[in-house]
């Protein structure tokens, strides 16, 4: 499996953000509208920067705002379970003080990354599961959302194909960002509703430390989606990060990173990258993955799929 697609942008000493809407297939009539949206979200969190914010505050703004659009495959509009019911996992970390939050098997609540973020602030546990999850988010003020305000019918035509055997369970729509904010510091965020008809229970490698989110100021912060299975079983966060730390340029490391899943775990899927330096880099084995990214300037915002 080759790296059928990478690209690199970004600038020394600048603040950075680069933000992606899931590695798959896209039909080439919806890839426009999806790189629009990861533009989007990349100017949100580009604005946060721009203003001396922080590259948490920047990720968390590029996810929530994929969340909420339903064409992803996060918060809103997220794929369904085996039970036709939503089952949401998100994180974010911190690479200043390596501080991660993270929520798994989340029944319906319209942003976990939110829910997320209190997990990190709060900081005595790393990750709440399932109805834990949810009495930690309501504990702390969010509302569950009706379940039919949150389902669409796309994600339910999705499960309706997969469990006719038309289609794959691919996880495509999951969403990321990765940023560097002025003072030099790392965040990532990555959310998802995984795999279309997952088992009940099933987590993915988004709300894993290392597997599908990874930030430390002292080597890079990544964001993956693909084939959550696969970064699972090869940690590839963590171990791109670790190789922009040895030396590799982040265009390197994200082309070995996508590489080695298909080598070792025959998984398909993209990451993003940024340095500690704020030069960023993306690589995908997929047909598509929407991106957005900018750095330095409101000038520098640029988008594809
Ligand atoms: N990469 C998203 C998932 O497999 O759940």
Redesign the pocket.
């Known amino acids: 499996m080759s790296v059928r697609f990478s690209w690199c942008g970004g600038e020394v000493g600048a603040w950075s953000i680069l933000v992606h809407g899931g590695a798959g297939d896209l039909p080439p009539e919806r890839r426009e509208a999806h790189a629009a949206g990861c533009r989007e979200a990349a100017r949100l969190g580009a604005e946060i920067l721009a203003a001396g914010g922080s590259a948490l505050d920047a990720v968390q703004a590029a996810v929530t705002f994929l969340e909420d659009d339903p064409r992803y495959n996060a918060g809103t509009g997220a794929s369904l379970d085996e039970r036709g019911e939503l089952s949401l996992?998100a994180a974010v970390m911190d690479g200043a003080t390596l501080a991660v939050g993270g929520v798994c098997a989340l029944p319906p609540f319209r942003n976990p990354i939110a829910i997320a973020r209190e997990v990190l602030r709060d900081g005595r546990h790393v990750l709440y599961a399932g109805e834990g999850a949810a009495r930690f988010a309501e504990e702390r003020g969010f509302f569950r959302a009706d379940p039919a305000t949150m389902i669409t019918e796309t994600a339910r035509a999705r499960l309706e194909e997969t469990r006719r055997g038309q289609d794959g369970n691919w996880?495509d729509g999951?969403v990321g960002a990765v940023a560097r904010d002025i003072s030099g510091h790392l965040a990532a965020a990555t959310s998802?509703g995984?795999?279309v008809g997952k088992r009940y229970g099933r987590v993915?490698?988004?709300p894993i430390p290392g597997a599908?989110t990874y930030a430390d100021d002292l080597a890079a912060a990544a964001s993956?989606?693909?084939?959550?299975e696969g970064?699972l079983r090869t940690g590839i966060c963590l171990r791109a990060c670790l190789w922009i730390q040895e030396g590799k340029t982040p265009q390197e490391a994200a082309e070995t990173a996508i590489r080695m899943l298909w080598k070792r775990a025959q998984a398909r899927g993209g990451i993003l990258l940024v340095a500690p330096d704020g030069r960023l880099a993306l690589a995908r084995s997929t047909e598509t993955m929407s991106w957005g990214a900018c750095w330095a300037s409101l000038e520098h915002l640029t988008a594809g799929s």
């Open positions: 996992d996880a999951t998802t995984g795999t993915g490698d988004t599908g993956g989606t693909g084939y959550g970064y």
